[in-house]
Protein backbone atom coordinates (compact mmCIF):
# COMPACT_ATOMS: atom_id res chain seq x y z
CA UNK A 1 0.00 0.00 0.00
CA UNK A 2 1.23 3.66 -1.21
CA UNK A 3 0.27 6.94 1.23
CA UNK A 4 0.67 9.43 -0.67
CA UNK A 5 2.88 11.82 1.29
CA UNK A 6 4.78 9.32 2.77
CA UNK A 7 7.79 7.76 1.37
CA UNK A 8 10.65 6.01 1.47
CA UNK A 9 11.05 2.50 4.34
CA UNK A 10 7.90 3.41 6.07
CA UNK A 11 6.09 2.14 2.98
CA UNK A 12 5.74 -1.14 2.06
CA UNK A 13 7.81 -2.06 5.09
CA UNK A 14 7.50 -3.06 8.52
CA UNK A 15 5.67 -1.01 11.17
CA UNK A 16 9.01 -0.06 12.64
CA UNK A 17 10.65 1.65 9.51
CA UNK A 18 12.20 -1.06 7.42
CA UNK A 19 11.48 -4.47 5.69
CA UNK A 20 13.60 -7.63 6.98
CA UNK A 21 14.02 -9.42 9.79
CA UNK A 22 15.04 -6.50 11.87
CA UNK A 23 11.88 -4.65 12.49
CA UNK A 24 13.33 -2.65 15.15
CA UNK A 25 16.51 -1.25 13.66
CA UNK A 26 17.42 -0.56 9.85
CA UNK A 27 17.32 3.33 10.48
CA UNK A 28 14.43 4.10 12.89
CA UNK A 29 14.64 6.09 16.03
CA UNK A 30 13.43 3.38 17.81
CA UNK A 31 16.05 1.17 16.22
CA UNK A 32 18.63 3.08 17.78
CA UNK A 33 17.32 4.00 21.17
CA UNK A 34 16.97 -0.27 21.08
CA UNK A 35 20.73 -0.09 20.13
CA UNK A 36 21.79 2.65 22.92
CA UNK A 37 20.24 -0.21 25.53
CA UNK A 38 21.80 -3.24 24.27
CA UNK A 39 25.22 -1.15 24.34
CA UNK A 40 23.96 -0.51 28.16
CA UNK A 41 23.48 -3.92 28.89
CA UNK A 42 26.50 -5.31 26.92
CA UNK A 43 28.75 -3.11 29.66
CA UNK A 44 26.63 -4.12 32.52
CA UNK A 45 27.39 -7.90 31.40
CA UNK A 46 31.23 -7.44 31.39
CA UNK A 47 30.52 -6.99 35.08
CA UNK A 48 28.02 -8.77 36.13
CA UNK A 49 28.60 -12.12 37.77
CA UNK A 50 24.99 -13.44 37.33
CA UNK A 51 24.79 -13.67 33.25
CA UNK A 52 21.63 -12.12 33.92
CA UNK A 53 22.22 -9.06 31.65
CA UNK A 54 23.87 -11.23 28.75
CA UNK A 55 20.82 -13.54 28.46
CA UNK A 56 18.77 -10.47 28.02
CA UNK A 57 21.11 -8.78 25.44
CA UNK A 58 20.96 -12.10 24.02
CA UNK A 59 17.20 -12.28 24.08
CA UNK A 60 16.96 -9.41 22.29
CA UNK A 61 19.13 -9.88 19.48
CA UNK A 62 17.77 -12.79 19.00
CA UNK A 63 14.17 -11.44 18.60
CA UNK A 64 15.88 -8.43 15.99
CA UNK A 65 17.41 -11.60 14.18
CA UNK A 66 20.78 -10.48 14.90
CA UNK A 67 21.89 -14.44 15.69
CA UNK A 68 25.54 -13.88 15.52
CA UNK A 69 25.40 -11.25 17.63
CA UNK A 70 22.74 -13.21 20.30
CA UNK A 71 25.47 -15.28 19.55
CA UNK A 72 28.21 -13.65 21.02
CA UNK A 73 25.83 -12.76 24.44
CA UNK A 74 25.07 -15.61 25.31
CA UNK A 75 28.80 -16.97 25.46
CA UNK A 76 28.84 -13.70 27.57
CA UNK A 77 27.17 -15.49 30.43
CA UNK A 78 30.14 -18.19 30.56
CA UNK A 79 33.21 -17.58 32.05
CA UNK A 80 35.69 -15.99 29.80
CA UNK A 81 32.56 -15.30 27.28
CA UNK A 82 33.36 -11.49 28.05
CA UNK A 83 36.20 -11.78 25.93
CA UNK A 84 34.13 -12.07 22.58
CA UNK A 85 32.12 -9.28 23.41
CA UNK A 86 35.33 -7.11 23.54
CA UNK A 87 35.66 -6.37 19.27
CA UNK A 88 32.24 -5.80 19.24
CA UNK A 89 32.45 -3.05 22.32
CA UNK A 90 35.76 -1.70 20.98
CA UNK A 91 34.68 -1.26 17.71
CA UNK A 92 31.55 1.02 19.12
CA UNK A 93 34.23 2.53 20.91
CA UNK A 94 36.13 3.15 18.36
CA UNK A 95 33.32 4.63 15.87
CA UNK A 96 32.53 7.12 18.80
CA UNK A 97 35.66 8.28 18.57
CA UNK A 98 36.16 8.75 15.05
CA UNK A 99 32.89 11.14 15.49
CA UNK A 100 34.51 13.49 18.03
CA UNK A 101 37.90 13.54 16.33
CA UNK A 102 36.34 14.17 12.76
CA UNK A 103 36.17 18.40 13.40
CA UNK A 104 38.97 18.55 14.61
CA UNK A 105 41.31 16.25 11.87
CA UNK A 106 38.89 18.37 9.42
CA UNK A 107 40.09 22.05 10.92
CA UNK A 108 43.42 20.65 10.94
CA UNK A 109 43.45 19.55 7.78
CA UNK A 110 42.45 22.72 6.54
CA UNK A 111 45.49 24.51 7.77
CA UNK A 112 47.76 21.54 6.53
CA UNK A 113 46.13 22.39 3.04
CA UNK A 114 45.99 26.29 3.34
CA UNK A 115 49.91 25.83 4.27
CA UNK A 116 50.32 23.57 1.30
CA UNK A 117 48.66 26.17 -1.62
CA UNK A 118 50.73 29.36 0.42
CA UNK A 119 53.70 27.45 -0.55
CA UNK A 120 53.07 26.14 -3.92
CA UNK A 121 51.67 30.20 -4.78
CA UNK A 122 55.31 31.06 -3.04
CA UNK A 123 57.28 28.67 -5.29
CA UNK A 124 55.40 29.56 -8.47
CA UNK A 125 56.11 32.98 -7.34
CA UNK A 126 52.63 34.08 -6.06
CA UNK A 127 50.07 35.93 -8.15
CA UNK A 128 50.53 38.53 -10.69
CA UNK A 129 50.94 41.40 -8.39
CA UNK A 130 53.08 39.73 -6.29
CA UNK A 131 55.47 38.73 -9.24
CA UNK A 132 55.56 42.23 -10.80
CA UNK A 133 56.27 43.32 -7.19
CA UNK A 134 59.43 40.90 -6.30
CA UNK A 135 60.38 41.31 -10.14
CA UNK A 136 64.09 42.86 -10.95
CA UNK A 137 62.66 44.91 -13.92
CA UNK A 138 59.48 46.17 -13.19
CA UNK A 139 59.54 45.67 -8.56
CA UNK A 140 59.19 47.40 -6.09
CA UNK A 141 63.13 48.43 -6.02
CA UNK A 142 63.58 48.64 -9.52
CA UNK A 143 65.49 51.59 -10.74
CA UNK A 144 62.63 52.61 -13.08
CA UNK A 145 59.84 52.01 -10.74
CA UNK A 146 60.90 51.64 -7.09
CA UNK A 147 58.86 53.17 -4.09
CA UNK A 148 61.18 54.87 -1.22
CA UNK A 149 59.42 52.46 1.16
CA UNK A 150 62.03 50.25 0.01
CA UNK A 151 64.64 53.28 -0.33
CA UNK A 152 64.69 52.83 -4.27
CA UNK A 153 62.68 55.35 -5.89
CA UNK A 154 62.41 54.62 -9.11
CA UNK A 155 63.47 57.29 -12.00
CA UNK A 156 59.95 57.00 -14.02
CA UNK A 157 58.01 57.21 -10.17
CA UNK A 158 59.57 60.58 -9.42
CA UNK A 159 57.28 62.90 -11.67
CA UNK A 160 57.76 66.04 -12.75
CA UNK A 161 57.15 65.03 -16.26
CA UNK A 162 53.90 64.34 -18.78
CA UNK A 163 54.32 60.37 -17.72
CA UNK A 164 54.81 58.82 -14.27
CA UNK A 165 54.61 54.96 -13.41
CA UNK A 166 55.75 53.15 -10.21
CA UNK A 167 54.70 51.87 -7.38
CA UNK A 168 52.43 53.40 -4.78
CA UNK A 169 50.46 53.04 -2.13
CA UNK A 170 46.62 52.18 -2.24
CA UNK A 171 43.58 50.83 -1.52
CA UNK A 172 41.88 47.57 -3.13
CA UNK A 173 38.34 47.49 -3.48
CA UNK A 174 37.72 45.90 0.05
CA UNK A 175 39.45 48.86 1.40
CA UNK A 176 42.65 46.74 2.37
CA UNK A 177 45.90 48.38 2.07
CA UNK A 178 48.95 47.85 0.37
CA UNK A 179 50.60 48.51 -3.11
CA UNK A 180 49.87 49.34 -6.91
CA UNK A 181 51.54 49.60 -10.27
CA UNK A 182 50.34 53.44 -10.72
CA UNK A 183 50.76 54.94 -14.07
CA UNK A 184 49.97 58.57 -14.27
CA UNK A 185 49.95 61.00 -16.83
CA UNK A 186 50.04 64.48 -17.28
CA UNK A 187 51.39 67.30 -14.69
CA UNK A 188 49.55 69.88 -12.47
CA UNK A 189 50.92 73.39 -12.91
CA UNK A 190 50.76 74.01 -9.67
CA UNK A 191 52.81 71.05 -8.44
CA UNK A 192 54.67 69.15 -11.55
CA UNK A 193 55.02 66.33 -9.28
CA UNK A 194 51.45 65.13 -9.36
CA UNK A 195 49.80 63.39 -12.57
CA UNK A 196 46.65 64.67 -13.71
CA UNK A 197 45.61 61.31 -14.28
CA UNK A 198 46.16 58.14 -12.72
CA UNK A 199 45.30 54.45 -13.67
CA UNK A 200 46.34 51.25 -11.67
CA UNK A 201 47.60 48.34 -13.80
CA UNK A 202 44.89 45.93 -12.88
CA UNK A 203 45.57 42.82 -10.95
CA UNK A 204 48.80 44.61 -9.52
CA UNK A 205 47.49 44.85 -5.76
CA UNK A 206 50.01 43.25 -3.06
CA UNK A 207 48.54 43.56 -0.13
CA UNK A 208 50.70 45.03 2.91
CA UNK A 209 50.79 41.52 4.86
CA UNK A 210 53.00 40.53 1.56
CA UNK A 211 54.47 43.94 0.35
CA UNK A 212 55.64 44.78 4.16
CA UNK A 213 57.83 41.87 4.81
CA UNK A 214 59.17 41.98 1.36
CA UNK A 215 60.21 45.37 1.82
CA UNK A 216 61.43 44.40 5.43
CA UNK A 217 64.37 42.29 3.05
CA UNK A 218 65.10 45.15 0.64
CA UNK A 219 65.55 47.03 3.23
CA UNK A 220 67.87 45.33 4.84
CA UNK A 221 69.80 44.08 1.71
CA UNK A 222 70.48 48.43 0.77
CA UNK A 223 71.64 48.87 4.67
CA UNK A 224 73.97 45.68 4.12
CA UNK A 225 75.43 47.96 1.37
CA UNK A 226 73.77 45.35 -1.60
CA UNK A 227 71.17 46.32 -4.54
CA UNK A 228 68.14 44.97 -3.18
CA UNK B 1 64.34 56.91 16.29
CA UNK B 2 67.20 58.74 14.66
CA UNK B 3 65.96 59.91 11.24
CA UNK B 4 68.30 60.98 8.18
CA UNK B 5 68.83 64.71 8.12
CA UNK B 6 67.03 64.98 4.57
CA UNK B 7 63.81 63.47 6.69
CA UNK B 8 64.56 65.73 9.76
CA UNK B 9 64.70 68.98 7.73
CA UNK B 10 61.30 67.98 6.73
CA UNK B 11 60.01 67.14 9.72
CA UNK B 12 61.21 70.29 11.40
CA UNK B 13 59.52 72.37 8.70
CA UNK B 14 56.34 70.38 9.55
CA UNK B 15 57.12 71.66 12.79
CA UNK B 16 57.48 74.84 12.34
CA UNK B 17 53.81 75.11 11.38
CA UNK B 18 52.53 73.34 14.09
CA UNK B 19 54.43 75.52 16.01
CA UNK B 20 52.51 78.47 14.94
CA UNK B 21 49.41 76.43 15.73
CA UNK B 22 50.28 75.92 19.23
CA UNK B 23 50.22 71.74 18.90
CA UNK B 24 52.29 69.33 19.71
CA UNK B 25 55.27 68.63 17.69
CA UNK B 26 54.69 66.24 14.83
CA UNK B 27 56.35 63.50 16.20
CA UNK B 28 55.28 64.03 19.70
CA UNK B 29 51.57 64.46 18.63
CA UNK B 30 48.96 62.01 19.52
CA UNK B 31 46.80 63.19 16.43
CA UNK B 32 49.42 60.88 14.28
CA UNK B 33 50.09 57.57 14.25
CA UNK B 34 53.89 56.10 13.36
CA UNK B 35 53.30 53.51 10.67
CA UNK B 36 54.74 50.16 11.59
CA UNK B 37 57.10 50.74 8.16
CA UNK B 38 58.46 53.63 9.39
CA UNK B 39 62.33 53.70 9.42
CA UNK B 40 65.49 55.89 9.33
CA UNK B 41 64.95 56.73 5.56
CA UNK B 42 61.22 56.74 5.88
CA UNK B 43 58.73 58.22 7.84
CA UNK B 44 55.11 57.61 6.90
CA UNK B 45 52.55 59.19 9.56
CA UNK B 46 48.27 58.46 9.33
CA UNK B 47 46.21 61.06 10.52
CA UNK B 48 42.77 59.03 11.03
CA UNK B 49 39.56 60.42 12.76
CA UNK B 50 36.00 60.30 12.32
CA UNK B 51 35.00 63.94 12.18
CA UNK B 52 38.29 65.09 10.45
CA UNK B 53 39.83 64.53 7.04
CA UNK B 54 42.15 61.29 7.46
CA UNK B 55 45.80 61.73 5.57
CA UNK B 56 48.63 60.44 5.38
CA UNK B 57 52.00 61.97 5.37
CA UNK B 58 55.16 60.08 3.84
CA UNK B 59 58.74 61.74 4.51
CA UNK B 60 61.69 60.45 2.44
CA UNK B 61 64.90 61.64 1.45
CA UNK B 62 63.31 62.14 -2.38
CA UNK B 63 60.89 64.36 -0.91
CA UNK B 64 57.23 64.25 0.66
CA UNK B 65 54.03 62.84 -0.36
CA UNK B 66 50.43 63.26 1.13
CA UNK B 67 47.18 61.08 0.45
CA UNK B 68 44.59 63.34 0.98
CA UNK B 69 41.12 60.87 1.32
CA UNK B 70 40.52 59.11 -1.74
CA UNK B 71 43.31 61.13 -3.27
CA UNK B 72 46.78 59.64 -3.88
CA UNK B 73 49.69 61.49 -4.07
CA UNK B 74 47.17 64.54 -3.49
CA UNK B 75 50.30 66.39 -2.67
CA UNK B 76 53.65 65.33 -4.00
CA UNK B 77 56.91 67.43 -3.79
CA UNK B 78 60.77 66.41 -4.46
CA UNK B 79 63.20 67.22 -1.82
CA UNK B 80 64.95 70.06 -4.28
CA UNK B 81 61.26 71.59 -4.42
CA UNK B 82 61.59 71.20 -0.38
CA UNK B 83 64.48 73.19 -0.25
CA UNK B 84 63.88 75.95 -2.67
CA UNK B 85 60.49 76.15 -2.13
CA UNK B 86 59.72 76.19 2.18
CA UNK B 87 57.36 78.66 2.49
CA UNK B 88 54.97 77.34 0.16
CA UNK B 89 55.34 73.91 1.62
CA UNK B 90 54.86 74.94 4.91
CA UNK B 91 51.94 77.18 3.31
CA UNK B 92 50.08 73.78 2.13
CA UNK B 93 50.22 72.27 5.51
CA UNK B 94 48.59 75.09 6.87
CA UNK B 95 46.20 74.74 4.40
CA UNK B 96 45.72 71.09 5.38
CA UNK B 97 45.26 71.91 9.01
CA UNK B 98 43.55 74.86 9.02
CA UNK B 99 40.70 74.54 6.47
CA UNK B 100 37.09 73.78 6.36
CA UNK B 101 37.56 70.73 3.89
CA UNK B 102 34.90 69.66 1.03
CA UNK B 103 35.09 66.36 -0.67
CA UNK B 104 33.37 65.71 -3.79
CA UNK B 105 33.17 62.22 -5.46
CA UNK B 106 31.66 61.14 -8.78
CA UNK B 107 31.75 57.13 -8.38
CA UNK B 108 34.81 55.54 -7.45
CA UNK B 109 37.20 57.04 -10.07
CA UNK B 110 37.11 60.98 -9.31
CA UNK B 111 37.55 62.80 -6.34
CA UNK B 112 38.04 66.61 -5.63
CA UNK B 113 38.76 68.13 -2.42
CA UNK B 114 37.98 71.95 -1.43
CA UNK B 115 40.04 73.69 0.80
CA UNK B 116 38.32 76.83 2.64
CA UNK B 117 38.89 79.22 4.63
CA UNK B 118 37.70 81.17 7.28
CA UNK B 119 35.90 83.29 5.08
CA UNK B 120 34.51 80.45 3.29
CA UNK B 121 36.57 81.53 0.21
CA UNK B 122 38.10 78.14 -1.43
CA UNK B 123 41.18 78.54 -1.44
CA UNK B 124 42.95 75.18 -3.12
CA UNK B 125 41.52 72.36 -4.82
CA UNK B 126 42.84 68.72 -5.60
CA UNK B 127 41.37 66.84 -8.06
CA UNK B 128 41.81 62.73 -8.46
CA UNK B 129 40.69 60.80 -11.55
CA UNK B 130 41.88 57.52 -11.80
CA UNK B 131 39.69 56.38 -14.91
CA UNK B 132 36.76 57.66 -16.92
CA UNK B 133 33.33 59.04 -14.78
CA UNK B 134 30.00 60.55 -15.05
CA UNK B 135 28.98 63.71 -13.36
CA UNK B 136 26.26 61.61 -11.95
CA UNK B 137 25.45 60.80 -8.35
CA UNK B 138 27.79 62.90 -6.33
CA UNK B 139 28.50 62.12 -3.07
CA UNK B 140 29.86 65.14 -0.78
CA UNK B 141 31.48 65.09 2.83
CA UNK B 142 32.67 67.86 4.45
CA UNK B 143 35.07 68.51 7.28
CA UNK B 144 36.09 71.01 10.20
CA UNK B 145 39.61 72.07 10.54
CA UNK B 146 42.09 69.89 12.80
CA UNK B 147 43.56 73.15 14.23
CA UNK B 148 42.34 76.60 14.31
CA UNK B 149 44.52 79.01 13.41
Request: proline share 3%; net charge positive; charged share 20%.
Amino acid sequence: MRIPGLSGSTQDGAYFGSSGSDAFSGGSSTGATLDYIQEAIDWIGVFDPTGIADFTNGTLFTIRGDYKNAAISYAGVLPGGDLLKAGRLGAKMAARASLIAMPILVKEGKKVYNAIQAGRRAAKGGTFGEKLFLSEKFGITSTKFGNSAAFAKGTLNEGGGWFKAGWSTGQNAAGQWGYKFRIGIGSSVTNPNVAKYHMYLPKSFVPNSFANPSIQVKRSLFNLGLKP
Amino acid sequence: MEFIIEIKEQINLINEVLIDLKQSLLLDNQDFILDEMTAERYLKLKYISPNHINFIITITPFGTNIDVDRAMEAYDVGKEYVNNNKTDYKAFFLTLFTSRIKVEYFGSNYTKIYFYDDSGTCIKTLKFVTGLYLKIGCKIKEYSPIYTK
